[in-house]
């Protein structure tokens, strides 16, 4: 799987992965992550993912070659504003999306396997996450699959989160 580096240009596909993600959860009763608007059509949305993509390292999954994004990372060195930060170096998963049209083909935990090696490349030794922590769960367990642990729950508004590690 090709994985390079992302830019502003790769905005309108993880706009679009993100509609694509609302889309599918919503078909399934599952509105507490995201609603049932799509990212795109909500301006301050669509500014959040700007920001991040702009403020942060950017990475973009390819596995059918160049021209395919199947996902989105964006790093960056500190958490969103509702998670304390730490008192050591971090590395911070500020988005992490992909394309429902390639589930199950591994490409979240290529993008997540890609976000290790750069925080070990940048002699950082934690990688946080948040989630989702509604529903069913399987996000966080998801995360957990992926080698993160739980450290604490919080809540935004009425949206349950969950704040996961992985020490390196």
Known sequence: MRIRRGGVDDIPP???????????????????????????????????????????????????????????????????????????????VRLLVTDRAYAGRGVGAALLDHAVAETRRAGVGLLRVDCYAGDDGRLVAYYRSQGFSPVRPFTVREWPGMLLARRL
Request: aromatic content about 8%; glycine content about 12%.
């Open 14 to 92: 993880a706009l679009a992965m993100l509609d694509s993600s609302v889309t599918w959860l919503a078909e399934r009763g599952r509105t507490g992550q995201w609603g049932t608007e799509p990212w795109s059509a909500r301006p301050s949305a669509v500014r959040r993912v700007t920001e991040m993509v702009t403020e942060g390292e950017t990475w973009v999954a390819e596995p059918d070659g160049p021209g395919s994004p199947a996902g989105t990372l964006v790093l960056g060195s500190g958490p969103h504003y509702y998670v304390d930060p730490v008192e050591e170096p971090e590395r911070y």
